[in-house]
Protein backbone atom coordinates (compact mmCIF):
# COMPACT_ATOMS: atom_id res chain seq x y z
CA UNK A 1 0.00 0.00 0.00
CA UNK A 2 1.19 3.49 -0.58
CA UNK A 3 1.89 5.26 2.11
CA UNK A 4 2.22 9.00 0.61
CA UNK A 5 0.28 11.62 2.30
CA UNK A 6 -2.59 13.14 0.56
CA UNK A 7 -2.73 16.54 -1.44
CA UNK A 8 -4.56 18.84 0.54
CA UNK A 9 -7.01 20.65 -2.51
CA UNK A 10 -7.73 24.71 -2.16
CA UNK A 11 -9.77 26.93 -4.78
CA UNK A 12 -7.72 29.35 -6.11
CA UNK A 13 -9.13 32.76 -6.85
CA UNK A 14 -8.43 36.35 -7.83
CA UNK A 15 -4.54 34.91 -6.86
CA UNK A 16 -5.21 33.57 -3.16
CA UNK A 17 -5.93 30.06 -2.39
CA UNK A 18 -9.31 29.43 -0.38
CA UNK A 19 -10.30 27.11 1.55
CA UNK A 20 -13.96 25.54 1.19
CA UNK A 21 -16.74 23.94 2.57
CA UNK A 22 -15.76 19.98 3.41
CA UNK A 23 -12.88 17.56 2.39
CA UNK A 24 -13.68 14.93 -0.70
CA UNK A 25 -11.64 12.22 -0.65
CA UNK A 26 -9.96 11.73 -4.06
CA UNK A 27 -9.96 7.59 -4.52
CA UNK A 28 -6.77 5.97 -5.78
CA UNK A 29 -8.56 3.31 -7.75
CA UNK A 30 -5.39 0.76 -8.10
CA UNK A 31 -6.43 0.37 -4.46
CA UNK A 32 -9.12 2.21 -2.64
CA UNK A 33 -7.56 1.64 0.66
CA UNK A 34 -5.09 5.77 -0.51
CA UNK A 35 -6.81 8.57 -0.25
CA UNK A 36 -4.49 10.59 -3.17
CA UNK A 37 -6.36 13.74 -1.49
CA UNK A 38 -8.92 15.55 -0.07
CA UNK A 39 -10.53 18.24 -1.94
CA UNK A 40 -12.98 20.73 -0.96
CA UNK A 41 -16.78 21.01 -2.79
CA UNK A 42 -17.23 24.72 -4.26
CA UNK A 43 -20.39 26.58 -4.10
CA UNK A 44 -22.19 28.57 -6.68
CA UNK A 45 -20.62 32.25 -4.68
CA UNK A 46 -17.07 31.01 -5.33
CA UNK A 47 -17.78 30.63 -9.11
CA UNK A 48 -19.45 34.27 -9.06
CA UNK A 49 -16.16 35.29 -7.11
CA UNK A 50 -14.20 33.36 -9.70
CA UNK A 51 -15.50 35.23 -12.38
CA UNK A 52 -15.85 38.23 -10.78
CA UNK A 53 -12.59 38.01 -10.48
CA UNK A 54 -11.46 37.10 -14.15
CA UNK A 55 -13.55 39.76 -16.03
CA UNK A 56 -12.01 42.24 -13.76
CA UNK A 57 -8.24 40.83 -14.71
CA UNK A 58 -8.87 40.08 -18.35
CA UNK A 59 -8.67 43.70 -20.05
CA UNK A 60 -5.41 44.21 -18.82
CA UNK A 61 -3.94 40.51 -19.78
CA UNK A 62 -5.79 41.20 -23.30
CA UNK A 63 -3.88 44.11 -23.78
CA UNK A 64 -0.08 43.00 -22.38
CA UNK A 65 2.29 42.17 -24.91
CA UNK A 66 2.18 38.91 -27.00
CA UNK A 67 5.66 38.53 -25.63
CA UNK A 68 4.86 38.50 -22.24
CA UNK A 69 2.05 36.00 -22.78
CA UNK A 70 4.11 34.01 -24.41
CA UNK A 71 7.14 33.54 -21.71
CA UNK A 72 4.36 32.92 -19.15
CA UNK A 73 2.76 30.48 -21.00
CA UNK A 74 6.49 29.07 -21.95
CA UNK A 75 7.13 28.86 -18.26
CA UNK A 76 3.94 26.45 -17.22
CA UNK A 77 5.22 24.63 -19.76
CA UNK A 78 9.15 24.33 -18.65
CA UNK A 79 7.62 23.70 -15.38
CA UNK A 80 5.37 21.00 -16.00
CA UNK A 81 8.15 19.23 -18.63
CA UNK A 82 10.54 19.43 -15.25
CA UNK A 83 7.75 18.05 -12.82
CA UNK A 84 6.61 14.83 -15.02
CA UNK A 85 7.65 12.05 -13.20
CA UNK A 86 5.63 14.00 -10.07
CA UNK A 87 2.93 14.88 -11.96
CA UNK A 88 2.71 11.75 -13.75
CA UNK A 89 2.25 9.93 -10.87
CA UNK A 90 0.16 11.47 -9.32
CA UNK A 91 -2.02 10.99 -12.42
CA UNK A 92 -1.80 7.42 -12.65
CA UNK A 93 -2.38 7.09 -8.99
CA UNK A 94 -5.90 8.90 -9.13
CA UNK A 95 -7.08 8.26 -12.74
CA UNK A 96 -5.79 5.08 -13.02
CA UNK A 97 -3.73 5.18 -16.25
CA UNK A 98 0.05 3.54 -16.48
CA UNK A 99 2.61 5.46 -14.78
CA UNK A 100 4.11 5.26 -18.49
CA UNK A 101 0.88 6.80 -19.65
CA UNK A 102 0.71 9.69 -16.86
CA UNK A 103 3.49 10.82 -17.94
CA UNK A 104 3.57 10.78 -21.27
CA UNK A 105 0.37 12.67 -21.09
CA UNK A 106 2.07 15.36 -18.25
CA UNK A 107 4.82 15.93 -21.28
CA UNK A 108 1.75 16.30 -24.00
CA UNK A 109 0.32 19.19 -21.62
CA UNK A 110 3.89 20.57 -21.52
CA UNK A 111 4.37 20.39 -24.88
CA UNK A 112 0.23 22.09 -25.80
CA UNK A 113 1.08 25.37 -23.41
CA UNK A 114 4.74 25.36 -25.38
CA UNK A 115 2.97 25.70 -28.82
CA UNK A 116 0.44 28.02 -27.09
CA UNK A 117 3.75 30.20 -25.91
CA UNK A 118 4.14 30.53 -29.84
CA UNK A 119 0.51 30.99 -30.44
CA UNK A 120 0.63 34.52 -28.71
CA UNK A 121 2.93 35.86 -31.32
CA UNK A 122 1.27 35.43 -34.20
CA UNK A 123 -2.06 35.51 -33.54
CA UNK A 124 -3.88 36.04 -37.42
CA UNK A 125 -5.51 39.22 -39.15
CA UNK A 126 -6.35 40.26 -42.74
CA UNK A 127 -5.89 43.57 -44.12
CA UNK A 128 -8.53 43.73 -47.07
CA UNK A 129 -9.18 45.82 -50.55
CA UNK A 130 -12.79 47.86 -50.03
CA UNK A 131 -14.97 47.65 -52.77
CA UNK A 132 -15.35 51.50 -51.97
CA UNK A 133 -12.46 53.46 -53.39
CA UNK A 134 -9.96 54.58 -50.58
CA UNK A 135 -11.50 52.48 -47.82
CA UNK A 136 -9.28 50.18 -45.82
CA UNK A 137 -10.94 47.06 -44.02
CA UNK A 138 -8.81 45.82 -41.58
CA UNK A 139 -9.58 42.30 -40.03
CA UNK A 140 -8.24 41.47 -36.67
CA UNK A 141 -8.94 38.81 -33.67
CA UNK A 142 -9.72 39.95 -30.21
CA UNK A 143 -10.24 37.76 -26.97
CA UNK A 144 -13.90 36.14 -25.85
CA UNK A 145 -13.51 37.79 -22.69
CA UNK A 146 -13.60 35.12 -19.86
CA UNK A 147 -13.76 31.42 -20.76
CA UNK A 148 -14.90 28.68 -18.35
CA UNK A 149 -13.55 25.39 -18.82
CA UNK A 150 -15.00 22.55 -17.69
CA UNK A 151 -12.80 19.34 -18.25
CA UNK A 152 -12.91 15.51 -18.07
CA UNK A 153 -11.15 12.88 -15.93
CA UNK A 154 -9.79 10.57 -18.39
CA UNK A 155 -7.70 13.06 -19.76
CA UNK A 156 -6.69 14.93 -16.20
CA UNK A 157 -3.83 17.34 -17.32
CA UNK A 158 -3.98 16.65 -21.14
CA UNK A 159 -7.31 18.05 -21.94
CA UNK A 160 -7.24 20.99 -19.53
CA UNK A 161 -4.49 22.00 -20.98
CA UNK A 162 -5.43 22.54 -24.55
CA UNK A 163 -8.21 24.24 -23.26
CA UNK A 164 -6.57 27.08 -20.82
CA UNK A 165 -3.13 27.09 -22.73
CA UNK A 166 -5.20 28.71 -25.91
CA UNK A 167 -7.75 31.00 -23.80
CA UNK A 168 -4.52 32.58 -22.31
CA UNK A 169 -2.87 32.82 -25.20
CA UNK A 170 -5.46 34.99 -26.68
CA UNK A 171 -5.66 37.43 -24.02
CA UNK A 172 -8.83 35.59 -22.00
CA UNK A 173 -9.12 34.90 -18.62
CA UNK A 174 -10.17 31.76 -17.37
CA UNK A 175 -12.42 29.78 -14.32
CA UNK A 176 -11.47 26.16 -14.38
CA UNK A 177 -13.60 23.40 -13.21
CA UNK A 178 -11.36 20.30 -12.73
CA UNK A 179 -13.27 16.55 -12.88
CA UNK A 180 -14.58 15.97 -9.44
CA UNK A 181 -12.76 12.14 -9.64
CA UNK A 182 -9.54 13.30 -10.67
CA UNK A 183 -8.65 17.03 -8.97
CA UNK A 184 -4.85 16.17 -7.46
CA UNK A 185 -3.68 16.58 -11.04
CA UNK A 186 -5.45 20.09 -11.61
CA UNK A 187 -4.60 21.02 -8.67
CA UNK A 188 -0.67 20.67 -9.41
CA UNK A 189 -1.73 22.11 -12.81
CA UNK A 190 -2.85 25.12 -11.12
CA UNK A 191 0.25 25.54 -8.73
CA UNK A 192 2.47 25.58 -11.67
CA UNK A 193 0.12 28.23 -13.37
CA UNK A 194 0.19 30.27 -10.08
CA UNK A 195 3.48 30.29 -10.12
CA UNK A 196 4.45 31.25 -13.70
CA UNK A 197 3.83 35.29 -13.21
CA UNK A 198 -0.02 35.18 -14.67
CA UNK A 199 -1.37 38.25 -12.97
CA UNK A 200 -3.89 37.75 -9.81
CA UNK A 201 -7.36 36.95 -11.48
CA UNK A 202 -6.53 35.98 -14.92
CA UNK A 203 -6.53 32.20 -13.90
CA UNK A 204 -8.74 30.56 -11.37
CA UNK A 205 -9.51 27.19 -10.36
CA UNK A 206 -12.68 26.17 -8.65
CA UNK A 207 -13.35 22.30 -7.57
CA UNK A 208 -16.55 20.94 -6.78
CA UNK A 209 -19.63 18.92 -8.65
CA UNK A 210 -20.77 19.67 -11.70
CA UNK A 211 -24.46 19.66 -10.84
CA UNK A 212 -23.01 23.10 -8.78
CA UNK A 213 -20.06 24.46 -10.41
CA UNK A 214 -20.90 23.78 -14.13
CA UNK A 215 -24.18 25.26 -13.27
CA UNK A 216 -22.70 28.10 -11.73
CA UNK A 217 -20.80 28.49 -14.96
CA UNK A 218 -22.96 28.53 -17.25
CA UNK A 219 -25.67 30.76 -15.74
CA UNK A 220 -22.60 33.27 -14.94
CA UNK A 221 -22.93 36.80 -17.07
CA UNK A 222 -19.35 37.32 -15.92
CA UNK A 223 -18.21 33.94 -17.97
CA UNK A 224 -18.61 34.67 -22.17
CA UNK A 225 -17.54 31.16 -23.01
CA UNK A 226 -18.05 27.15 -21.67
CA UNK A 227 -15.02 24.79 -23.47
CA UNK A 228 -17.20 21.78 -21.99
CA UNK A 229 -15.99 18.08 -22.63
CA UNK A 230 -18.13 15.06 -21.56
CA UNK A 231 -21.07 12.93 -22.08
CA UNK A 232 -23.92 13.58 -24.53
CA UNK A 233 -26.62 14.63 -22.19
CA UNK A 234 -24.47 17.14 -20.95
CA UNK A 235 -23.06 18.88 -23.09
CA UNK A 236 -26.92 19.16 -24.95
CA UNK A 237 -27.51 20.71 -21.07
CA UNK A 238 -24.84 23.00 -21.15
CA UNK A 239 -25.33 24.02 -24.87
CA UNK A 240 -28.77 24.82 -24.05
CA UNK A 241 -27.68 26.62 -21.13
CA UNK A 242 -25.03 28.80 -23.27
CA UNK A 243 -27.34 29.90 -25.62
CA UNK A 244 -30.52 30.69 -23.54
CA UNK A 245 -28.07 32.80 -21.64
CA UNK A 246 -28.33 36.63 -21.05
CA UNK A 247 -26.22 37.59 -22.77
CA UNK A 248 -25.45 34.62 -25.02
CA UNK A 249 -22.28 32.73 -23.97
CA UNK A 250 -20.16 31.28 -26.78
CA UNK A 251 -19.70 27.20 -26.58
CA UNK A 252 -18.07 24.58 -27.37
CA UNK A 253 -18.58 20.88 -26.62
CA UNK A 254 -16.66 17.60 -27.35
CA UNK A 255 -18.50 14.49 -26.64
CA UNK A 256 -18.76 11.07 -27.10
CA UNK A 257 -17.66 8.84 -29.67
CA UNK A 258 -18.41 5.32 -30.77
CA UNK A 259 -15.38 5.49 -33.06
CA UNK A 260 -15.08 2.10 -35.90
CA UNK A 261 -12.15 0.85 -36.81
CA UNK A 262 -12.41 -1.03 -40.32
CA UNK A 263 -10.02 -4.17 -41.08
CA UNK A 264 -10.18 -5.33 -44.77
CA UNK A 265 -9.01 -8.80 -46.00
CA UNK A 266 -5.90 -7.21 -47.44
CA UNK A 267 -4.67 -5.24 -44.07
CA UNK A 268 -1.44 -6.19 -43.19
CA UNK A 269 -2.41 -8.75 -39.76
CA UNK A 270 0.28 -7.71 -37.68
CA UNK A 271 -0.67 -4.32 -38.05
CA UNK A 272 -4.23 -4.63 -37.83
CA UNK A 273 -4.10 -6.79 -34.29
CA UNK A 274 -1.84 -3.93 -32.75
CA UNK A 275 -3.90 -0.86 -34.01
CA UNK A 276 -7.14 -3.00 -32.71
CA UNK A 277 -5.52 -3.67 -29.61
CA UNK A 278 -3.67 -0.46 -28.54
CA UNK A 279 -7.49 1.77 -29.91
CA UNK A 280 -9.96 -0.66 -27.86
CA UNK A 281 -8.13 -1.67 -24.55
CA UNK A 282 -4.88 0.82 -23.87
CA UNK A 283 -5.88 3.81 -21.19
CA UNK A 284 -8.73 0.86 -19.66
CA UNK A 285 -10.62 2.10 -23.13
CA UNK A 286 -11.28 5.21 -21.06
CA UNK A 287 -10.59 7.19 -24.14
CA UNK A 288 -13.49 9.45 -26.52
CA UNK A 289 -11.27 8.44 -29.59
CA UNK A 290 -11.16 4.56 -28.25
CA UNK A 291 -11.97 1.81 -30.74
CA UNK A 292 -15.50 0.12 -30.17
CA UNK A 293 -16.50 -0.80 -32.74
CA UNK A 294 -14.16 -3.36 -35.00
CA UNK A 295 -15.41 -3.93 -38.37
CA UNK A 296 -14.02 -6.73 -40.10
CA UNK A 297 -14.60 -8.23 -43.82
CA UNK A 298 -15.30 -12.13 -43.99
CA UNK A 299 -11.99 -13.05 -45.51
CA UNK A 300 -9.77 -12.07 -42.36
CA UNK A 301 -12.50 -12.12 -39.63
CA UNK A 302 -11.64 -15.54 -38.04
CA UNK A 303 -7.83 -15.11 -38.06
CA UNK A 304 -8.10 -11.38 -36.70
CA UNK A 305 -10.48 -12.26 -33.89
CA UNK A 306 -8.21 -15.56 -33.20
CA UNK A 307 -5.31 -12.89 -33.43
CA UNK A 308 -6.58 -10.39 -31.15
CA UNK A 309 -7.68 -12.76 -28.51
CA UNK A 310 -4.25 -14.13 -28.57
CA UNK A 311 -2.59 -10.91 -28.23
CA UNK A 312 -5.36 -10.00 -25.21
CA UNK A 313 -3.85 -12.46 -23.62
CA UNK A 314 -0.37 -10.93 -23.26
CA UNK A 315 -1.89 -7.92 -21.26
CA UNK A 316 -1.51 -7.24 -17.41
CA UNK A 317 -4.08 -5.99 -15.64
CA UNK A 318 -3.34 -4.31 -12.86
CA UNK A 319 -1.56 -1.58 -10.60
CA UNK A 320 -1.41 1.46 -12.76
CA UNK A 321 2.37 1.98 -10.31
CA UNK A 322 3.45 -1.52 -11.79
CA UNK A 323 5.89 -0.95 -14.64
CA UNK A 324 4.66 -4.65 -15.96
CA UNK A 325 0.93 -3.49 -15.59
CA UNK A 326 -0.30 -2.68 -19.37
CA UNK A 327 -4.11 -1.64 -18.44
CA UNK A 328 -4.81 -0.01 -15.13
CA UNK A 329 -8.12 0.00 -13.66
CA UNK A 330 -11.35 1.23 -14.57
CA UNK A 331 -11.10 4.79 -12.82
CA UNK A 332 -13.84 4.40 -10.08
CA UNK A 333 -16.96 2.09 -8.54
CA UNK A 334 -19.75 4.02 -10.85
CA UNK A 335 -17.61 3.51 -14.28
CA UNK A 336 -16.71 -0.75 -12.85
CA UNK A 337 -20.61 -0.65 -12.59
CA UNK A 338 -21.08 0.62 -15.35
CA UNK A 339 -19.16 -1.35 -17.95
CA UNK A 340 -20.11 -4.89 -15.81
CA UNK A 341 -23.66 -3.72 -17.16
CA UNK A 342 -23.03 -3.42 -20.71
CA UNK A 343 -20.97 -7.11 -20.76
CA UNK A 344 -24.13 -8.81 -19.62
CA UNK A 345 -26.35 -6.62 -22.08
CA UNK A 346 -24.07 -7.69 -24.83
CA UNK A 347 -24.78 -11.39 -23.97
CA UNK A 348 -28.21 -10.60 -23.59
CA UNK A 349 -28.44 -9.42 -27.04
CA UNK A 350 -27.00 -12.12 -28.24
CA UNK A 351 -23.12 -11.11 -28.64
CA UNK A 352 -20.70 -14.11 -27.92
CA UNK A 353 -18.10 -12.76 -25.19
CA UNK A 354 -14.95 -14.35 -26.61
CA UNK A 355 -13.08 -13.40 -23.62
CA UNK A 356 -12.59 -11.03 -20.50
CA UNK A 357 -15.42 -8.91 -19.02
CA UNK A 358 -15.18 -10.04 -15.69
CA UNK A 359 -14.35 -7.55 -12.49
CA UNK A 360 -10.66 -8.92 -11.30
CA UNK A 361 -10.14 -9.55 -7.57
CA UNK A 362 -6.16 -8.82 -7.29
CA UNK A 363 -3.77 -7.98 -4.26
CA UNK A 364 -4.39 -4.71 -3.93
CA UNK A 365 -8.85 -3.90 -3.83
CA UNK A 366 -9.04 -1.82 -6.68
CA UNK A 367 -11.73 -1.29 -10.06
CA UNK A 368 -9.98 -3.73 -11.88
CA UNK A 369 -11.77 -5.45 -15.25
CA UNK A 370 -10.24 -7.99 -18.00
CA UNK A 371 -10.25 -6.29 -21.47
CA UNK A 372 -13.40 -7.85 -23.08
CA UNK A 373 -14.25 -8.85 -26.68
CA UNK A 374 -17.54 -9.72 -28.35
CA UNK A 375 -18.12 -11.31 -31.62
CA UNK A 376 -21.49 -12.13 -33.56
CA UNK A 377 -22.11 -8.63 -32.87
CA UNK A 378 -25.13 -6.52 -35.41
CA UNK A 379 -24.16 -2.87 -35.62
CA UNK A 380 -27.95 -2.05 -34.36
CA UNK A 381 -27.37 -3.69 -31.10
CA UNK A 382 -26.34 -1.21 -28.22
CA UNK A 383 -23.12 -2.37 -27.32
CA UNK A 384 -22.96 -1.43 -30.95
CA UNK A 385 -24.38 2.21 -30.54
CA UNK A 386 -23.84 3.38 -26.93
CA UNK A 387 -20.92 4.22 -25.40
CA UNK A 388 -19.16 2.49 -23.06
CA UNK A 389 -16.24 4.30 -22.23
CA UNK A 390 -14.36 1.45 -20.88
CA UNK A 391 -11.94 -2.07 -22.01
CA UNK A 392 -14.80 -3.26 -24.57
CA UNK A 393 -14.84 -4.16 -27.95
CA UNK A 394 -17.37 -5.41 -30.54
CA UNK A 395 -16.72 -6.98 -33.66
CA UNK A 396 -18.97 -7.32 -36.71
CA UNK A 397 -18.48 -9.01 -39.65
CA UNK A 398 -18.77 -7.35 -42.94
CA UNK A 399 -19.32 -8.62 -46.68
CA UNK A 400 -17.20 -6.45 -48.07
CA UNK A 401 -15.45 -2.89 -48.05
CA UNK A 402 -18.80 -1.22 -49.48
CA UNK A 403 -20.79 -2.87 -46.54
CA UNK A 404 -17.68 -1.95 -43.97
CA UNK A 405 -18.23 1.70 -44.81
CA UNK A 406 -22.03 1.96 -44.43
CA UNK A 407 -21.90 0.29 -41.11
CA UNK A 408 -18.84 2.72 -39.77
CA UNK A 409 -21.19 5.51 -40.97
CA UNK A 410 -23.88 3.76 -39.45
CA UNK A 411 -24.07 5.79 -35.69
CA UNK A 412 -24.91 8.84 -34.14
CA UNK A 413 -21.40 9.92 -33.69
CA UNK A 414 -18.38 10.96 -35.40
CA UNK A 415 -15.35 11.64 -33.87
CA UNK A 416 -12.62 9.25 -34.72
CA UNK A 417 -12.56 6.39 -37.51
CA UNK A 418 -9.95 4.00 -38.85
CA UNK A 419 -9.36 1.49 -41.66
CA UNK A 420 -6.10 -1.23 -41.70
CA UNK A 421 -5.60 -1.69 -45.66
CA UNK A 422 -2.78 -1.86 -48.16
CA UNK A 423 -5.19 -0.73 -50.55
CA UNK A 424 -4.29 3.06 -51.69
CA UNK A 425 -7.67 3.01 -53.59
CA UNK A 426 -9.80 1.93 -49.99
CA UNK A 427 -7.68 4.50 -47.31
CA UNK A 428 -7.94 7.28 -49.71
CA UNK A 429 -12.08 6.80 -50.71
CA UNK A 430 -12.10 5.71 -46.75
CA UNK A 431 -10.75 9.42 -45.73
CA UNK A 432 -13.21 11.33 -48.09
CA UNK A 433 -15.98 9.08 -47.46
CA UNK A 434 -15.99 8.38 -43.32
CA UNK A 435 -18.53 10.68 -41.30
CA UNK A 436 -15.97 11.56 -38.58
CA UNK A 437 -13.62 14.52 -38.04
CA UNK A 438 -10.81 12.45 -37.96
CA UNK A 439 -9.68 9.70 -40.03
CA UNK A 440 -6.56 7.24 -39.53
CA UNK A 441 -5.12 4.83 -41.87
CA UNK A 442 -3.32 1.81 -39.98
CA UNK A 443 -2.96 3.68 -36.97
CA UNK A 444 -5.33 3.08 -34.21
CA UNK A 445 -8.27 5.65 -34.00
CA UNK A 446 -6.93 7.63 -30.01
CA UNK A 447 -4.05 9.20 -30.66
CA UNK A 448 -3.85 12.67 -32.01
CA UNK A 449 -0.94 15.43 -32.20
CA UNK A 450 -1.44 18.57 -30.24
CA UNK A 451 -0.59 20.61 -33.26
CA UNK A 452 -3.12 19.74 -35.16
CA UNK A 453 -7.51 20.22 -35.18
CA UNK A 454 -9.38 17.90 -32.84
CA UNK A 455 -13.22 17.30 -33.34
CA UNK A 456 -15.69 15.07 -34.79
CA UNK A 457 -19.60 15.28 -36.23
CA UNK A 458 -23.09 14.68 -35.13
CA UNK A 459 -23.40 13.88 -31.46
CA UNK A 460 -19.36 13.94 -30.60
CA UNK A 461 -18.87 17.73 -31.30
CA UNK A 462 -20.47 20.96 -30.99
CA UNK A 463 -18.94 24.09 -32.03
CA UNK A 464 -15.11 25.04 -33.21
CA UNK A 465 -12.31 22.72 -33.44
CA UNK A 466 -9.98 22.45 -30.34
CA UNK A 467 -6.14 22.17 -30.09
CA UNK A 468 -3.35 23.66 -33.21
CA UNK A 469 -4.09 26.90 -34.71
CA UNK A 470 -7.70 26.07 -35.27
CA UNK A 471 -8.44 26.91 -31.74
CA UNK A 472 -8.36 30.39 -32.22
CA UNK A 473 -11.82 30.70 -33.72
CA UNK A 474 -13.10 29.73 -30.15
CA UNK A 475 -10.88 31.67 -28.35
CA UNK A 476 -11.33 34.61 -29.82
CA UNK A 477 -14.12 37.49 -31.74
CA UNK A 478 -13.53 38.58 -35.38
CA UNK A 479 -13.85 42.32 -36.17
CA UNK A 480 -13.88 44.17 -39.02
CA UNK A 481 -13.04 47.60 -39.12
CA UNK A 482 -13.23 50.28 -41.92
CA UNK A 483 -11.50 53.36 -42.77
CA UNK A 484 -11.03 56.22 -44.66
CA UNK A 485 -7.98 57.62 -44.19
CA UNK A 486 -8.67 61.59 -43.21
Known amino acids: MNTEAPLVGRHFIAGAWHDGAGQVPDINPSD ?4 VGLFPAGTADLVAEAARAAQAAQPAWAATSPQIRHDVLQRIGAALNDRREEIGRVLAREEGKTLAEGIAETVRASQVFTFFAGECLRTPGEHLASLRPGVEVEITREAVGVAGVIAPWNFPIAIPAWKVAPALAYGNAVVFKPAEVVPATSLLLTRIIADSGLPAGVFNTVFGAGRVIGEAMVASSDINAISFTGSVATGRHIAKGCVTANPMKKVLTELGGKNPLVVLDDADLDVAVEVAVNGAFFSTGQRCTASSRLIVTRGIHDHFVERVVARMAQLKVGNALDPATHIGPVVDAKQLEQDLRYVALGREEGA ?4 GGQRLELAEPGFYLSPAL ?15 FGPVAAVIQVADYEEALATANDTEFGLSSGICTTSLK ?12 MVMVNLPTAGVDYHAPFGGRRNSSYGAREQG ?6 YTTVKTAYTLPG
Open 426 to 437: YASHFKRASKAG
Open 352 to 355: ELVT
Open 374 to 388: FTGVRNSMRIAQEEI
Open 32 to 35: TRET
Open 469 to 474: RYAVEF
